[in-house]
């Protein structure tokens, strides 16, 4: 089988090269504290090599809740924060048509997300959808005291509860959470809730693997057990290195790209770029994002990650990359199938058209996914003579086999970037302190005195 993920330096100053050649003793030091549980944070590395630890048995629990609740539900709306969803929308909107609203329903159950944000006409917007569909909820919170999450799952349940009555609604809510403590788990042994688990021992944003993904996307009728497999491919491949003393295959892409992120902090650099030439990639440039700005944004360190879709931002943010400051590397994601599998592979050229006002005669006959790779190519040169470092990571189509490869990647990609900045990958102090001080703006029993304080800053 091809290398589920390639790594490629494509235009690399040599002095940041050389400076990545003198991390790889220690980056493979690093990585095998991932791989055997001594790292810093190693109580949270449970989602190294999921599927062979764990995951098949969880996968196969998700599947027999399918075969025995697959057909009262056309609708599957998934509950949470952070990783608790963005894995989940990440394969989602790769996967789905773009306007599969407006077509025939198909043999996917569409899924949308809720609990990620407080907008209260957002809200309103999916229970008028519900109103029309026969919903399924999956709630994903390990504690189940996120306010987010919290609120859209209390309002939805009683949404659910008044329309279906509570024996009904409580059929249509599986939640996945904490195996032993929190709200959502005493919650759902209450209701009668069918409950999965969430691992001891992996935080959210390192989940997309475990059922916190598999089972929404389960329930909307990808093929999960092929997105595992496209993990394992990977996680096979880190478990064969190093060979030799060289660095090969996917685990050792990994390795390389985790010294020359480190070797591009060391020289300067702030901000990594990931570019995709498809919006359907968006998602997983969010998960990309959450991934690695709370791994590594910690004690003033850390890349920024920032998404940048081509070549849309090309004619918004492209002259800021392009002669801004030389803080930034940037990382093309590219496939080399970008179509989704599935179906009939379907192409479209540039018409003729009789004389060229448009000057675009020159085009005609080429597919227009020709062009976006060459958007893609044209701007790894102009940024490259610009003075940004550029690598590419490519996989082999756009499906839930790569993307489970891809996930496998960019995680250990992760743990090892940080690592090597020496901070603790797995745990986000800094996301608590928003938390807090939400709690006691809003007035959460406990936090008086904090709210005052708060109120009195802010000149109320």
């Known amino acids: 089988m091809p290398q589920c993920v390639r790594f490629e330096s494509k235009f690399v100053p040599s002095e940041l090269a050389a400076s990545a050649q003198t991390l790889r003793a220690q980056a493979l030091d690093l990585l095998g504290g991932v791989r055997d549980g001594t790292c810093m944070g190693s109580e949270w590395t449970g989602w190294f090599d999921y599927p062979a630890r764990a995951g098949w048995s969880a996968l196969e629990s998700v599947e027999q809740f399918i075969r025995k609740n697959d057909t009262f539900f056309d609708l599957v709306v998934v509950i949470g924060i952070g990783g608790s969803y963005a894995g989940t929308k990440a394969v989602a909107d790769a996967l789905t048509h773009t306007y599969a609203h407006g077509l025939p329903r198909s043999s996917r159950v569409p899924v949308v997300f809720a609990g990620h944000n407080l907008s209260e006409a957002g809200l309103l917007e999916l229970m008028d959808l519900c109103d029309r569909r026969q919903p399924m909820i999956n709630v994903i919170s390990k504690s189940g005291t996120t306010t987010e999450?919290?609120?859209?799952?209390?309002?939805?349940?009683?949404y659910l509860e008044k329309r279906f009555g509570e024996r009904e609604a409580a059929r249509r809510i599986v939640v996945t959470t904490d195996a032993k403590k929190g709200a959502v788990?005493?919650?759902?042994?209450?209701?009668?809730y069918r409950a999965f688990n969430i691992p001891d021992d992996i935080g959210g944003r390192f989940s997309v693997l475990t059922p916190v993904g598999l089972l929404p996307l389960a329930l909307a009728g990808f093929d999960v057990r092929a997105m595992m497999n496209g993990a394992e491919a990977f996680f096979a491949?880190?478990?064969g290195i190093p060979v030799d003393g060289l660095l090969k295959g996917a685990g050792g892409a990994a390795i390389e790209y985790s010294c020359l992120r480190r070797a591009a902090w060391d020289a300067g650099k702030r901000i990594e770029v990931m570019n995709f030439a498809d919006p359907k990639l968006s998602g997983y440039a969010e998960?990309?994002?959450q991934l690695f700005g709370e791994s590594?944004?910690?004690g003033g360190l850390g890349l920024f990650p920032a998404g940048f879709l081509s070549s849309t931002d090309l004619h918004s943010m492209g002259q800021f990359l392009q002669s801004g400051p030389r803080t930034m590397i940037e990382t093309f994601l590219v496939f080399d199938n970008p179509q989704p599998q599935g179906g009939i592979e379907r192409r479209i050229g540039?018409?003729?058209q009789p004389g060229n006002a448009d000057e675009l005669g020159y085009?005609?006959?080429?597919?227009?996914?020709d062009l976006n790779g060459a958007v893609t190519l044209a701007s790894q040169l102009a940024h490259a003579d610009g003075g940004v470092p550029v690598f590419q990571i490519r996989a082999m189509r756009m499906d839930e086999y790569n993307f489970g490869a891809l996930f496998a990647f960019h995680e250990t990609v992760c743990a090892v970037s940080a690592l090597l900045l020496g901070v603790n990958p797995f745990d986000q102090p800094g996301v608590e302190d928003y938390k807090q001080n939400l709690f006691a703006l809003l007035g959460k029993p406990g936090h008086e005195a904090q709210g005052a304080l708060l109120r009195r800053r802010l000149g109320g």
């Open 149 to 158: 999450p919290g609120v859209a799952f209390r309002i939805l349940r009683t």
């Open 185 to 192: 788990r005493a919650l759902s042994l209450e209701k009668s």
């Open 237 to 239: 491949d880190v478990r």
């Open 287 to 289: 998960w990309w994002k």
């Open 296 to 298: 590594e944004g910690k």
């Open 350 to 352: 540039i018409p003729s």
């Open 363 to 369: 085009l005609e006959g080429r597919h227009v996914e």
